[in-house]
Structure formats: C-alpha cells, structure tokens
C-alpha cells in the first residue's frame, strides 16, 4: 500500500513527487510511455538534440525557480527581441531595456509606428508593476482584444504581436485570455527564454534525479482510478491511500469521466542540420508577412552548442495549427525558407518532423482560483490546464495537488 499513486511523469507530476517525497510520503510514479518529461521530451537524433516540439523555458517563472537548479541545467540563453520577416527584408526588434545598442535600429523598423514603441514602453510597466496575482485579477478579454483596446496599430500587430504570441498561443485569432498574455508579457520582461544543455527534456531529468528509482515505473498505462487506487492496462491493482491524475488533458478526461477536456491547440515542428547557420545570433526568426506555413524559426545551437555535433548546426522551424494527414508540409516549409535564405536551403538536411496534436489547452479563461487540486475523496488532479498552458502552470498544479494531498493526510 502506498500513500501517493501518481498517474503521469511529466512536469507537473514529477513536481508533485518531489514535494511529497521531501515530506516523507510512500510513493509511486507510474508513466504509460518509455520516458519522463510528457511535452517537455528530447531526442537524441544524429547527435542532434531535438525537442519534441519549439520550447523554451523562461527564466522568470517563480516556480522553475523553486524547482529547478538553473546551474545545473547549464542554461543557454536566447538574446531578446526578434529577426522580422516583411517586406523582403529581416529586420531587427529588440528590447531596448535589455540591448540598449539596438534602440535605434528597433525604432526605425518598419514594425509598427513610434507611438506603438512608446505603448509597449507603457505595457511593460503595466505588467511589471502589478503583482502575478493583481494581474490574474484584472477584466479578462481575448489577446488579440486587448491588444487593440490598448491602441496598437495593424504594423506591429500583424507583424510582431500575431506571429510571436502565436507560436506561444499556437493559436491564429489569439483568442487566448489577456491575463495569459500579461503574464507571459511579464516572463519575458523580467527574465529571459532559455534552453537546457541537454534540451527541454533535462527538467524533467533533474527532478528525477531528486526521487528514488523505484518511485517511478515506466511504460505502465493505467486505465481506472478510485480512492484506493488505480489499475494498470494489465489488469494490476495498485493499492493507495491517496491517487493524482497528472496526465495530460487529454488522457485526463479518459480517465475521469466528470473531467471535460478543453479544446487542444497542434503545432508541427520541423529540423534541418546544416553547416552554416541561417542566421548569426541565438534569436528568434518571425513571419512578419503573414503568408506560407512558417511562422517562426531559430537556430537552437547558436543559444545552446549542445543541440548539434562539432561544426553541424540545427535549425528548427515551427509551423502552427498544422496537421499530421499534410504531407506537402515539408517541401512547402523548404520552398519558404529558400525565398528567405537563398540556394543554401537545397543542402539542409531534413531530421524529423514532430506532429503534435495536442500540444497546448486552449486557454480563452484563466482562473486559477478554480485549479482546486481535490477532486473527491482521496483523488486529487494536477497539469497546466489547471493553471496556465506553461512549464510555470504544470510545476504550480503539481505543487498544489502535493499540498492538498499533505493537508488531507497530516
């Protein structure tokens, strides 16, 4: 008999372990797949260190904070601001906080107007200046609503606003809650977006190696839970005194009938390795232009060397909303990048392509006042569509269902 059942090794489950295991609980971690992480996974494939889809992690985020050792994870970091795709032309967008010699580069951009500066000027301030919870608070709109009550012109949305809060959002309209977008506007301000040595798939790997070995046990589905436990796909009854569900949303409301799944938002992120990077600085690429399926690409060697073998680099390219049965995506995504980058494109070499169909919860409502962890007696839930669709949301959850847990059983 075990005190703790944990059904899910990602983020947030792996989360919720780790408090538990500190305060001195029994526990076991059962995972359907062959690895931890859930979302936050990383291959090894020709030397090349691909994430199973475009992330990164934000240094701002409180609760990465707590639960990871940033040193250890040997961060690699992006520089701020954005390579802007219009016109025929890249054009450079910086955070004049943060790269004060690109303040006059940024301004004469054509990537919005003068005034539109000074608002974001204005919105920084805004969110930086109230606390997390004051903005979970505030009058919640869509994104894309918020953006243009705050008087943004067409130029900057169409070519900074949608295409970068898009490849967050993965998601055209922007329809995600405001209070989403303030607090991913906040993380980037106050902190800045990282890759681990070893990929994305390294977060889950620390916390792991805060458990024991026997606490987690792979390649076991469980397909029933109860308030005494949870039975395994071949038909073992696992006994406990107390079973979370940190699987994603998707697996959740097979597993918990009352549980409505939120609509899920797919992305499809593709590789290439190449001898000479694209680009010369560790920064994001952006679609400024709104045409063909590309909507942002980097270069996750130049910001972390790790992610390709001596003199290879690895670009990856994200293309939002797509779909596994598209199988012109790949030389369409090719035909773009060669109108950006030239002949050079002919000699990259194609890696994989991830499809991901539910790689995100819609979030059009934050509230993270209903994220109640308790489900019924003695089964508890936790993930980021509890909280916010981010690596901050899934390690809260996991948090909050480890104390609701620790609170019903002193």
């Not at 200046?129 to 709109?141: G, M, V």
């Not at 790790?306 to 390219?317: E, I, K, N």
Request: with cysteine; hydrophobic share 40%.
């Amino acid at each position: 008999m075990y005190d703790v059942v944990i059904v899910g090794a990602g983020l947030a489950g792996l989360a919720c372990a780790r408090i538990l295991h500190a305060r001195g609980a029994s526990l076991l971690v059962l995972e359907a797949s062959d690895a931890v992480g859930g979302r936050a996974r990383t291959d090894v494939v020709q030397g090349f260190v691909l994430d199973r889809g475009f992330q990164v992690l934000l240094t701002a985020y409180p609760e990465a904070q707590k639960m990871l050792d940033y040193d250890v994870l040997r961060l690699g970091k992006f520089r701020s601001g954005a390579l802007i795709r219009t016109a025929g032309r890249f054009h450079h967008v910086a955070d004049p906080w943060r790269s004060p010699g690109h303040a006059l580069s940024t301004l004469v951009a054509p990537v919005g107007t003068l005034r539109d500066k000074w608002k974001i000027a204005r919105l920084r301030r805004h969110v930086t200046e109230s606390s997390l919870s004051q903005l979970f608070e505030e009058a919640e709109t869509s994104t894309n609503g918020y953006l243009e009550e705050f008087g943004f012109s067409p130029s900057i949305l169409e070519r900074f606003f949608y295409p970068f809060y898009r490849g967050i959002f993965l998601e055209d309209q922007l329809l995600t809650s405001s209070r989403m977008f303030e607090f991913v506007f906040r993380m980037f301000s106050e902190g800045e977006a990282a890759l681990p040595f070893r990929g994305m798939g390294a977060m889950a790997q620390y916390i792991v190696s805060q458990l024991p070995p026997r606490n987690i046990r792979l390649n076991t589905r469980v397909t029933a839970i109860s308030s005494t436990g949870v039975t395994t796909a071949t038909g073992e009854h696992i006994p406990a005194n107390a079973t979370v569900v940190a699987t994603d949303f998707i697996s959740t409301a097979a597993l918990m009938p009352d549980f409505h799944a939120p609509a899920s938002r797919s992305t499809a992120c593709l590789y290439y390795a190449t001898e000479t990077p694209p680009v010369a600085e560790p920064i994001l690429v952006l679609n400024g232009e709104g045409q063909g399926p590309i909507n942002n690409l980097c270069v996750p060697s130049l910001v972390a060397p790790s992610y390709a073998p001596p003199g290879q680099h690895l670009v990856s390219v994200s293309v939002v909303g797509a779909a596994s049965s598209d199988r012109t995506l790949e030389p369409r995504v090719r035909q773009q990048l060669s109108e950006w980058f030239g002949d050079q494109v002919s000699r990259w070499r194609h890696l994989r392509t991830y499809w991901i169909p539910n790689a995100l919860p819609a979030q059009t409502t934050v509230n993270r006042a209903n994220g109640k962890a308790r489900i019924s007696n003695g089964i508890y839930m936790c993930g980021d569509h509890m909280e916010t669709a981010s690596i901050k949301g899934a390690l809260r959850s996991g948090r909050h269902a480890a104390e609701a847990v620790i609170a019903d059983n002193p």
